[in-house]
């Protein structure tokens, strides 16, 4: 699920008119966690969730899934990603044209949990039950997107339904250009023993931002080592006590729309802070592009898939 593939990048000026006329305008408000109990593990579990199809589902509300005018940009639920047909299976009960029937690990009403590639006990992906292609999709940002990041987190924890066993956790999604499936997915993944301990250090130096405000700033860009072989690569780093807040949207206005730059070519990673006991937590979110000097617009060089 991380090999590098090839999408056109949707012009900013779209973007930002887009998300604001869907309200992207009431900036750090975040959008907190939705509950999503788990309604099953296996095909046709979640045949009450009308997301796909239907903006408005049964019971009132908003809907998590983008509008019907936003096809175009976000993806139609008639589009043939073969990730997106795994989704269906899982929600619907529709067999992918393939025939290869995905293992449908946890769906829900926002989400469906798959294994990645290859497949093991610390590699899965999150991938919502809407029409999503990726991060450039403007509802992102919006009050009415579902809080994926905190339900990944939920699911890869040490308790969690599909726990991640590692012994350090990170959630990464790629960039418009830098994925080979146009469906949304958070990969939930292992990172490097390493890899926790240089971000534990530059805390300790002052080097991460301590609120999304200055998350941008230069003195809060650094290196860290990926995996094996991958070479240091710079991130923006931010610390946060909890992940109830919108990380697109935060992304979005402190560091996309401060500096220009195109919400499609953005990566974005979650480290939890370890070792952490009880019910607060610490996270580290880092992000990166190709405009910062060693830059880069994927999340592979800090997960461990294999």
Partial sequence: MNAIGKADDMPRRQFVALSGALGAGALLTGAGGRASAATGTGPGAAACCPCPTDPNPPGGGQSPCPPNHMQGLCGSPADTDPLWQDVQYCTQGIVPPSGQRPNCLKTT???VVLHGRPQNQHNYLLVPSCRITGIECPFLVTSGVANYWHEAWENARSGGDVPVQYPYIGL???SQSARRLNQLHIHMAGIRD??????QALEASGR????PAVWGDAQYQAPVTGTQGSGDRTYRIL?????TENLFELLYVHVVR???LDMAGQTLI??????????TRTFYVLNSDSSLHDGTNTCDHLLVYA
């Fill in 109 to 111: 009403q926002n989400y």
């Fill in 172 to 174: 990464g999604i790629n």
């Fill in 194 to 199: 390493s890899t926790q301990a240089r971000l």
């Fill in 208 to 211: 991460i931002a301590p609120q």
């Fill in 239 to 243: 610390r946060l006590d909890s992940l």
């Fill in 258 to 260: 401060r500096f220009s």
């Fill in 270 to 279: 979650v480290v939890p802070k370890a070792p952490q006991t009880g019910p």
